[in-house]
T-cell receptor, first 115, second 112 residues
């Protein structure tokens, strides 16, 4: 079946502009995670959704970052007033319910460049 | 807080040799330990995982071992090939937070 998809695949924006990144999880997966990966670095956890609610927002770097999920499916990560340090690959992952809920499937990522 | 350490950060091996990557975790309640491989410019992909009721698991050339008492787990790759070159991330599932904590990654280079 279809895997996790993300759009856009690449985004170039100017400092101070807002951007929206989209994640389409695998159908039926109730858990959805956002991560940030700077060049050559590890996976920085941003936020986790279970259904439409976000029990863990602890990783959001600042109040410029927000995310929502609607219908238990698509999620949007919004970065307001982008800064150059926001440049990174933003990865989304989804996971099923039940005993396999720990297994995350990653999307291809959105490469964000803030000029 | 919960933490996963991973060593080494970089590893170079000759083709055909073995590679070992070691991780430690802090949350004793962790019970699931996946390993992800991320090739350059690609997404992380699950390559093997182990649960806390098992001490070792093998899948062809890769194996993972777990020592719950010491809170250590390791990835072993035998007969390495150039296509094994990638960044490998270990992770530990934190039950109380319902999420995985990733290690910082190991960049493996297999020299032909």
């Amino acid at each position: 079946g279809a895997g996790v998809s993300q759009s856009p695949s690449n985004k170039v924006t100017e400092k101070g502009k807002d951007v929206e990144l989209r994640c389409d999880p695998i159908s039926g997966h109730t858990a959805l995670y956002w991560y940030r990966q700077s060049l050559g670095q590890g996976l920085e956890f941003l936020i986790y959704f279970q259904g439409n609610s976000a029990p863990d927002k602890s990783g959001l770097p600042s109040d410029r970052f927000s995310a929502e999920r609607t219908g238990g499916s698509v999620s949007t990560l919004t970065i307001q007033r982008t800064q150059q340090e926001d440049s990174a690959v933003y990865l989304c992952a989804s996971a099923p319910t039940g005993t396999l809920r720990e297994t995350q499937y990653f999307g291809p990522g959105t490469r964000l460049l803030v000029l | 807080g919960e933490n996963v350490e991973q060593h080494p950060s970089t590893l170079s091996v000759q083709e055909g040799d073995s590679a070992v990557i070691k991780c430690t975790y802090s949350d004793s309640a962790s019970n699931y330990f996946p390993w992800y491989k991320q090739e350059l410019g690609k997404r992380p992909q699950l390559i093997i995982d182990i649960r806390s009721n098992v001490g070792e698991k093998k899948d062809q050339r890769i194996a993972v071992t777990l020592n719950k008492t010491a809170k250590h787990f390791s990835l072993h790759i035998t007969e390495t090939q150039p296509e094994d070159s990638a960044v490998y991330f270990c992770a530990a599932w934190v039950t109380s937070y319902d999420k995985v904590i990733f290690g910082p990654g190991t960049s493996l280079s297999v020299i032909p």
